[in-house]
Structure formats: structure tokens, C-alpha cells
């Protein structure tokens, strides 16, 4: 799978122009999905050096990525300029999201288990459900006790 991920907000607190603090897991979680075979993009507004600092920032926790602000490593930046900046991912990683950005745990299982927002959501609920009814017949299982002296 091709997934873009933005850099600040996503990787590391917005602090730009300046790179913050490494949000919790976020190297971790990139390098499972390297391992896994996935190929990832970083997809960032930084350019040149801001650009640089950034990937380097990347490199030096092992995460090397298949490309950066474009489709592919070899595309020609100069050549294509007058194309949109818009990549064919399958998925996007960027805290911008509806909804905001999960944690890095939950973006793993969400990529590795193929679940959208609604499946997480429905299972959270199911196990809401599931809870209750547990607690419910646990009750009238102890007011039948109750009653049988």
C-alpha cells in the first residue's frame, strides 16, 4: 500500500518552522509499516532546507521513506512542475484529518487489520453493548440467588 504522511502535527508536534517533539510511537509505527512492505511518502508543505531537516530528523530514527512530496522516487520535479502536487496514495496519515489524527497504535491497526474509523467505532460500541448485557444478566443472575434461600 502507498501511504503519504505528513510531517508536523503527524510525526512531531507542530512547531514549524522549527521540528517538535516526536509524537509518541509515530517512528516506531512508520518503520512496522516499512517492515510490513508498505511504501510511504512523506507528504510535508516544508521545502529546501526546512525539507531536509526534516527527512534527516526521519533518517536518524530509521525511517527512510520511498519518496517525498512527489508519487515516486524518480519523478521529475522539474519536468512536472506544472502538475498538481496531489498524490495517488491509498491512504493518508495527516493529523488535518475529519476527526483528528488517532494514535500511532491505532493507525497501525487500522492499516494492518484494514479497518476504517467505523469498524474501531463499531467494535468499541459492540463491546459497550456486550458490557452491559454482562452486567445486566450478572444482576438478575444475583437477585435470583437472592430470593432462592
Same mark, same amino acid.
Given at each position: 500500500?502507498?501511504?503519504?504522511?505528513?510531517?508536523?502535527?503527524?510525526?512531531?508536534?507542530?512547531?514549524?518552522?522549527?521540528?517538535?517533539?516526536?509524537?509518541?510511537?509515530?517512528?516506531?509505527?512508520?518503520?512496522?509499516?516499512? $517492515?510490513? !512492505?508498505?511504501?510511504?511518502?512523506?507528504?510535508?508543505?516544508?521545502? *529546501?532546507? &526546512?525539507? +531536509?531537516?526534516?527527512?534527516?530528523?526521519?533518517?536518524?530514527?530509521?525511517?527512510?521513506?520511498?519518496?517525498?512530496?512527489?508519487?515516486?522516487?524518480?519523478?521529475?520535479?522539474?519536468?512536472?512542475?506544472?502538475?498538481?502536487? $496531489?498524490? !495517488?496514495?491509498?491512504?493518508?496519515?495527516?493529523?488535518?484529518?475529519? *476527526?483528528? &489524527?488517532? +494514535?500511532?497504535?491505532?493507525?497501525?491497526?487500522?492499516?494492518?487489520?484494514?479497518?476504517?474509523?467505523?469498524?474501531?467505532?463499531?467494535?468499541?460500541?459492540?463491546?459497550?453493548?456486550?458490557?452491559?448485557?454482562?452486567?445486566?444478566?450478572?444482576?438478575?443472575?444475583?437477585?435470583?440467588?437472592?430470593?432462592?434461600?
Amino acid at each position: 500500500m502507498i501511504i503519504a504522511v505528513d510531517f508536523d502535527g503527524t510525526i512531531v508536534e507542530h512547531r514549524y518552522p522549527k521540528i517538535g517533539e516526536e509524537r509518541p510511537f509515530a517512528t516506531d509505527t512508520l518503520k512496522m509499516l516499512i $517492515k510490513d !512492505k508498505h511504501q510511504l511518502i512523506l507528504w510535508t508543505v516544508r521545502e *529546501g532546507e &526546512l525539507l +531536509d531537516e526534516a527527512i534527516e530528523w526521519c533518517r536518524k530514527r530509521g525511517v527512510e521513506f520511498w519518496a517525498t512530496n512527489r508519487d515516486y522516487p524518480e519523478e521529475d520535479r522539474e519536468k512536472n512542475q506544472h502538475f498538481s502536487r $496531489k498524490l !495517488k496514495a491509498d491512504m493518508f496519515i495527516d493529523d488535518r484529518n475529519i *476527526g483528528g &489524527l488517532p +494514535d500511532w497504535g491505532t493507525i497501525y491497526q487500522m492499516i494492518t487489520q484494514r479497518k476504517t474509523w467505523d469498524d474501531l467505532f463499531n467494535e468499541v460500541e459492540s463491546g459497550r453493548m456486550h458490557m452491559s448485557t454482562h452486567r445486566h444478566s450478572k444482576e438478575k443472575e444475583k437477585k435470583k440467588r437472592w430470593w432462592q434461600f
